[in-house]
């Protein structure tokens, strides 16, 4: 069991693990008070040290020179400097300039933070074992465990801390070579196993840290399990000589390595905190590593200054550290994930992969590689299509027979304020406003089929004459007064998520009067949540009744005027249940296999389409994951997008989850994305990807890079109706890509604003 937490700072203070983050916290912690006990363990000996090149990041630095002087001024003195990033593939090499690297040993990292500590009169144990967690945390007032990515003081509280560990796809050796690199390198090899890819960079005048990366099946057919470390080198070596220039590599305790992604739930335990890699990994693609574990060890060291009591302190430092590196894994992994499918990528145009490779983590961005390379980004952007001085998302896009002034779409919202499923005139101005705010396309909210396909009796339909009415008048008005902008229609049924409370008064709960509920039919009797209403499985005769349903709604919506229809088969209602293995338990010909179930959603399809004038286009937004074990998986989307494509739809609108109660989504920033990227790329089907795109950054990076046509945005047009004129407000775009409103030019400057002070250094001490 951990010590108990004492009501004063600690005074003898115990480090499991000498890397960089163990150490500069135990530096940090004697400078800020000298008449500490500080002891560091560290199992190997002071130059045994694991891959070769550090990189550290401008911010990092700036915290250390704060913190500590002379380590900043020791480091300083050590750091070999670049701007560039070379990326070489199919024979032709794409350089990127301005983006400000720094690099030294990491052996030279270990002696000078060694140095520090020493000076400083830190204990520093080498080749030695810490004794087991239990005791040191009785032992002791502080245990920092900074043991690593196998860390033993971890393990040792494992239910207290929770750890969670994936492995995954890729296999990658840590390697260095003799010479260095003038730039960051990626280098891509095609060979008969499949594609390898080098990431190399120097970490001195005279060397380079070589990391050689695969997948797998392609380690394995290459044969490098079956090899020995010099055997791996030398065929590293052979791969890549051109890189090399024909020179050798060398290794280090080097081993072929799958990589390990940690996530804790508590960092800390009693008297004993993790920090560095024994609380959480991010891939060694975004470079992050050491500079997490130094930034942790500031943060620790600041925390425990700042407050009382050391219990205090470890809350205080896992608040402040747990948003950064979130975000940092959240980076790492898409990161990961892209070299993990490096070959769907292979042939995209040579700039836009380019381009693609650099924006992968999210962290660069078409706005500020513009800043850092404008040449090169403007490149891409000609050999993409855009017009000079044209961002990527006022580029036109065609889709079917509809021609896109833009790249932005409103998303479909439920505004649950029909009456009787007549838009009225909330719907007028909500979708008016958003056609005036300068989007390509606006589209509906989801649109019911009957009264019984509502979700609440809020829901909008088209299944009567008034209806239809109603959705003429608005066609008309945002034909009229926004020109140029497309208005589609999504059309669905709410299958077993049906008779529900408007969203603010309850989402998915029943109605509160059992008599106000009407019955609900699905694709199988299975309830939403268990406090749902059970739906009947629908009969053959009943199939045939809802796809006279859509169809009908079809037919009226192609003369409500409506320039794209799509239908909704995502988010658990009624065509999504019959998609998902979890909520369709049909035995009969539309259940069981994926082509089964299929079946219905492509027959409603197929006579949607037929009633539907062939110069406009449909679209279908899926579900591309259930976020549940046995659910719908990636594989499975690719599959649905490729039926519906064959079938004449034009794109796929690619969303996930929303189908049972019981999901787990993994949120962040942009976190569909590579969903409808991968459909996109393995299905050949346009796609339209939404889901925590936030801002024209990312919708100017993600268009630029390939991984989506279109972009749909949510919350910020209920934020900002007109968020696509303030996109190029923002940007001093005024082309055709995006039109003022005659009355609204006076307003298509960007205001000025105030100014914002920059953020203070985390921890400030006395040279």
């Known amino acids: 069991m951990a010590g108990e937490v ?26 800020l008070d000298p008449e500490r006990e500080i002891t560091v363990w560290e199992r190997n000996a002071p130059h045994d040290t694991f891959g070769f090149g550090v990189v550290l990041s401008d911010e990092t630095l700036g915290g250390i020179e704060h913190a500590d ?13 670049w701007d560039d990033i070379d990326i070489v593939h199919r024979g032709t090499r794409h350089t990127s300039g301005g983006h400000g690297f720094a690099a030294l040993g990491r052996r030279r990292l270990l002696e000078i933070l060694q140095g ?18 239990v005791e040191l945390c009785a032992a002791y007032d502080l245990v920092i465990a900074a043991d690593g990515v196998r860390s033993r003081t971890r393990e040792a509280y494992a239910d207290a801390f929770r750890p969670r560990v994936e492995e995954h796809r890729n296999r990658y050796i840590w390697l260095a070579a003799d010479f260095a690199f003038d730039a960051f390198r990626f280098e891509i090899a095609e060979t008969e196993h499949g594609v390898m890819q080098l990431h190399g960079y ?8 070589v990391i050689v990366e695969m997948r797998e099946e392609v380690w394995q057919a290459a044969g490098f399990a079956d ?6 080198v030398e065929r590293s070596a052979k791969v890549f000589t051109e890189a090399l220039g024909g020179r050798a590599l060398k290794s280090n305790n080097s081993s072929w390595l799958t990589f390990r992604t940690v996530v804790n739930d508590r960092w800390s335990h009693g008297n004993c905190v993790l920090i560095g890699d024994a609380a959480h990994t991010a891939h060694f693609s975004i470079g992050s590593g050491t500079k997490l574990a130094v930034e942790d060890a500031l943060a620790l060291a600041a925390c425990l200054h700042e407050n009382p009591t050391t219990g205090a302190a470890l809350k205080a430092y896992e608040a402040e550290r747990r948003p950064v590196v979130a975000s940092t894994q959240r980076a790492a992994r898409a990161s990961l994930a892209w070299f993990e499918e490096l070959g769907r990528y292979l042939d995209q145009p040579p700039r836009q992969f380019a381009f693609n490779l ?8 078409h706005d500020n590689l513009r800043l850092r390379d404008a040449r090169f980004t403007e490149s891409v952007e000609r050999e993409f299509g855009c017009p000079e001085g044209t961002p990527p998302m006022f580029t036109p896009f065609r889709l079917g027979g509809l021609r896109l002034r833009n790249r932005v779409v409103v998303s479909p919202m439920d505004m649950y304020s029909a009456v009787d499923g007549v838009p009225g005139d909330f719907h007028l101005v ?8 300068g989007a390509g396309l606006v589209m509906t909210e989801m649109v019911c089929v009957s009264p019984e396909g509502r979700i609440t009796p809020g829901c909008a339909g088209l299944y009567t004459p008034e209806q239809a009415a109603a959705w003429r008048r608005i066609t008309e008005f945002v034909h009229t007064r926004a020109p140029g902008t497309a208005i589609g229609l999504q059309l669905g049924h709410s299958g077993r998520k049906g008779s529900t409370r408007l969203m603010w008064e309850g989402i998915d709960e029943p109605l509160p009067d059992p008599e106000a509920n009407w019955p609900l039919v699905a694709a199988s009797p299975l309830p939403y949540k268990a406090d749902s209403q059970t739906p009947a499985e629908l009969t053959t005769a009943q199939l045939e009744e809802v796809k006279e349903q859509f169809t009908s709604a079809a037919w009226r919506a192609a003369r409500a005027g409506f320039d794209l229809l799509e239908l909704h088969c995502a988010h658990g209602y009624l065509l999504s249940g019959f998609l998902s293995p979890l909520t369709n338990l049909r035995t009969d010909a539309y259940g069981g296999s994926l082509e089964n179930r299929l079946r219905f959603p492509l027959e409603v399809f197929d006579a949607v389409r037929g009633v539907w004038p062939d110069d406009r286009p449909m679209t279908v937004r899926i579900s591309a994951t259930d976020w549940a074990e046995g659910g719908t998986t990636a594989e499975d989307a690719v599959v649905v997008a490729r039926a519906f494509a064959a079938h004449g739809a034009d794109a796929i609108d690619v969303s996930t989850g929303q189908v049972v109660a019981e999901e787990r989504p993994a949120y962040g920033r942009s976190y569909q994305v590579p969903y409808a990227d991968r459909i996109r790329h393995e299905a050949g089907v346009p796609v339209i990807s939404v889901g925590a795109i936030s801002s024209w950054d990312d919708v100017n990076s993600l268009v630029l890079a390939g991984r989506t046509d279109l972009c749909a945005l949510a919350r910020p047009h209920l934020y900002d109706p007109h968020w696509t004129l303030h996109a190029a407000a923002e940007q001093g775009y005024a082309g055709p890509g995006v039109v003022w409103p005659d009355p609204y030019l006076a307003g298509s400057r960007r205001p000025q604003t105030g100014r914002l002070d920059a953020p203070k250094p985390r921890l400030v001490l006395p040279a």
């Open 6 to 31: 004492t009501a004063v700072r600690p005074q003898r203070i115990a480090v499991v693990g000498g890397g960089p983050g163990g150490l500069y916290a135990a530096a940090l912690l004697k400078r």
């Open 69 to 81: 002087p002379v380590v900043y001024a020791a480091l300083q003195d050590e750091f070999v400097r």
């Open 116 to 133: 520090r500590c020493r000076q400083l009169g830190v204990e520093l144990r080498f080749r030695t074992e810490a004794p087991p967690a």
């Open 202 to 209: 120097p970490f001195s005048d005279h060397e380079s840290t």
């Open 227 to 232: 090899m020995d470390v010099r055997e791996s």
């Open 358 to 365: 650099l924006t992968r983590s999210r962290r660069v961005t």
């Open 430 to 437: 909500h979708l008016g406003a958003r056609a005036m705010g």
